[in-house]
């Protein structure tokens, strides 16, 4: 099965740097990524980690530990459209394979 | 114009009734999925499709079907509306070749009185 944690709410300053962290446990592991949504909105996709390490782009990065079954997405100098949901999610791999479990989403509120 | 596009975008209808909810996309995407979200409980997978002769049941398919018409045209039915089936729901598409990323299209809300 797939369990896949991250915090519920989160709050952060305009400019400010906000990490969000996300914990996996899956029976096939093939990849993390992280998406993006806006309230009433589809969601978009941010990054994606199958290896350990970090891959940033722009001001977003996003971390992953393979043997922790830990990740994070980094937002740093924070802008008030960066308020919105952000999801973690597991690809799946043998029979699951290509299949994404989404976490429950941590909804980011930036004030000014 | 979007490439994954949902239609009805909004529905209200009673227990019981047939409800069709199609998705269709300009991609060019062999895979297609439904998932609907629930506050609090995230996105979860009903039903997916490699290629036209493809079907797999997800997390949550009782209470629905899909017919995946073409490569790309994918529909997902309810066959009886109940209340707890209220919820928003999203087609989207990856091609085959994937990092696994998903193209959502709008999103159908759907209310079942």
């Known amino acids: 099965g797939q369990n896949i944690d991250q915090p519920t709410e989160m709050t952060a300053t305009e400019g400010a740097i906000v990490q969000i962290n996300c914990t996996y446990q899956t029976s096939g592991f093939n990849g993390l990524f992280w998406y993006q949504q806006h309230a009433g909105e589809a969601p978009t996709f941010l990054s994606y980690?199958?290896?350990?390490g970090l891959e940033e782009k722009g001001r977003f990065s996003s971390f992953l530990s393979r043997s922790k079954g830990y990740s994070y997405l980094l937002l740093k100098e924070l802008q008030m459209k960066d308020s919105a949901s952000y999801l973690c999610?597991?690809?799946?791999?043998?029979?699951?394979?290509?299949?994404?479990?989404f976490g429950r989403g941590t909804q980011l509120t930036v004030w000014p | 114009d979007a490439d994954v596009t949902q239609t009805p975008r909004n529905r209200i209808t009673k227990t019981g009734k047939r409800i069709m909810l199609e998705c269709s996309q300009t991609?060019?995407?062999?895979?297609m999925y439904w998932y609907r979200q629930d506050p609090g409980l995230g996105l979860r997978l009903i039903y997916y499709?490699?290629?036209?002769?493809?079907?797999n049941k997800g997390e949550i398919s009782d209470g629905y079907s899909v017919s995946r018409q073409a490569q790309a045209k994918f529909s997902l039915s309810l066959e009886s509306a109940i209340p707890n089936q209220t919820a928003l729901y999203f087609c989207?598409?990856?091609?085959?070749?994937?990092?696994?990323?998903?193209?959502f299209g709008e999103g159908s809300r759907l209310t079942v009185l």
């Open positions: 980690n199958v290896l350990d």
């Open positions: 989207a598409t990856s091609p085959s070749e994937n990092t696994g990323e998903l193209f």
């Open positions: 999610a597991v690809r799946g791999r043998g029979s699951t394979l290509g299949r994404l479990y």
């Open positions: 499709s490699f290629d036209v002769k493809d079907i």
């Open positions: 991609k060019g995407h062999d895979r």
